[in-house]
Antibody
Framework: EVQLVQSGAEVKKPGESLKISCKGS????????IGWVRQMPGKGLEWMGI????????RYSPSFQGQVTISADKSISTAYLQWSSLKASDTAMYYC???????????WGQGTLVTVSS | EIVLTQSPATLSLSPGERATLSCRAS??????LAWYQQKPGQAPRLLIY???NRATGIPARFSGSGSGTDFTLTISSLEPEDFAVYYC???????????FGQGTRLEIK
């Protein structure tokens, strides 16, 4: 069974750093792209970026380029999303999702809620 | 960047009625369009891919159509569990870019 399990909710202060994770299981982790999607409170879905764990090829949405870093450790089948300096506007639910062979997000993690508040 | 515009923003219908949701792309995406359903407190779920193919386990009352710039998601007869938010999504390869529509909220009338 394909599963993506994300790390737990985080509460941080502005200016702090953060790295959240997404662990894949039940499939060949290195053979599928993993994307990250932001959902701000009460808002829609925004694509942030995507990584191919097999060779770490990473692409970013222009809206998020330079704002976050996406990485993966294929030895432990885990993808990451990180911030070096959080802002209050980073408060959101963040989902990871596997991009299947048909080029769409066929499996999703349960989401990680990030709250940034002073 | 390709922009996807969904309409209406909110659709109010009763169980048993037919729902028609629209997604328009700012330029042609051929048939490379998907639809997702999201219920409160849950992650999105893939319903339709490549404009008209149902994902695994999706009931036959869900259907998709369209190509180029205009797409439709139809729910033939609404069940209580279908009331949710629906998003369309496209993926273009050169350069790699993924965009979602802003969503249509399907609510019980």
């Amino acid at each position: 069974e394909v599963q993506l399990v994300q790390s737990g909710a985080e509460v941080k202060k502005p200016g702090e750093s953060l790295k959240i994770s997404c662990k894949g299981s039940g499939y060949s982790f290195t053979s599928y792209w993993i994307g990250w999607v932001r959902q701000m409170p009460g808002k829609g879905l925004e694509w942030m970026g995507i990584i191919y764990p097999g060779d770490s090829d990473t692409r970013y949405s222009p809206s998020f380029q330079g704002q976050v870093t996406i990485s993966a450790d294929k030895s432990i089948s885990t993808a990451y999303l990180q911030w070096s300096s959080l802002k209050a506007s980073d408060t959101a639910m963040y989902y990871c999702a596997r991009e299947g062979t048909d080029r769409y997000f066929d499996y999703w993690g349960q989401g990680t809620l990030v709250t940034v508040s002073s | 960047e390709i922009v996807l515009t969904q309409s209406p923003a909110t659709l109010s219908l009763s169980p048993g009625e037919r729902a028609t949701l629209s997604c328009r792309a700012s330029q042609s995406v051929s048939s490379y369009l998907a639809w997702y359903q999201q219920k409160p407190g849950q992650a999105p779920r893939l319903l339709i891919y490549d404009a008209s193919n149902r994902a695994t386990g999706i009931p036959a009352r869900f259907s998709g159509s369209g190509s180029g710039t205009d797409f439709t998601l139809t729910i033939s007869s609404l069940e209580p569990e279908d009331f949710a938010v629906y998003y369309c999504q496209q993926r273009s390869n050169w350069p790699l870019s993924i965009t979602f529509g802003q969503g249509t909220r399907l609510e019980i009338k």
